[in-house]
């Protein structure tokens, strides 16, 4: 089976979302990018997360019982797609991508985007479908259900063709609309039409 190049990660279509210049940056022009303190809160935090998921019950994410895997590196060659799950809960109703995140406020578009990427790759590897994934927001300790319908996966596959044109084209993008994004950004010594 060929696979589909440049080969992208699941992140991609959640940073994609967030602001294109981010998968730029990664991939047409790599440069160094500064650590931010969203970051390093967040992966400190996660393992101390991992450690508590491993003894509670799933009453959090709504489901009487399953089997949790960590931090799964998952991969499909016919998409050209790969990531590492923070989480995934398969049950026999379903399988459910979760992803843990330091962040206060709901899950916004970026991130459903990006559990529909691990949806794609996971009715691949597994052949079940995948309807719903969580967004676990460590702050408020929160699981938000969201639900992963055809049009979002649907949607997922047309982004990954847009961020490949946008890598083999060398194609610059706009920045997003709200600069207030650009705050946090750990590219934003690079955008100077910005700041």
Known sequence: MEVIKPELKVSDLKQYYYCPRVVYYQYVMPVDKAVTYKMEKGKAVQEDLEALEKRRKLRAYGLADGKRRFNWWVRSASLGLSGKLDMVIETDEG????????????????????LGGYALILEEVLNRPVEKGFVYLIPQKDAVVLEISEEIKGECLNTLRRIREMVLNERFPDPPSRRAKCTDCEYQNYCRDVW
């Open 95 to 114: 399988v459910y991508p979760v992803d843990f995140k330091f962040t206060r406020g709901r899950p916004h578009k970026n991130h459903l985007y990006q």
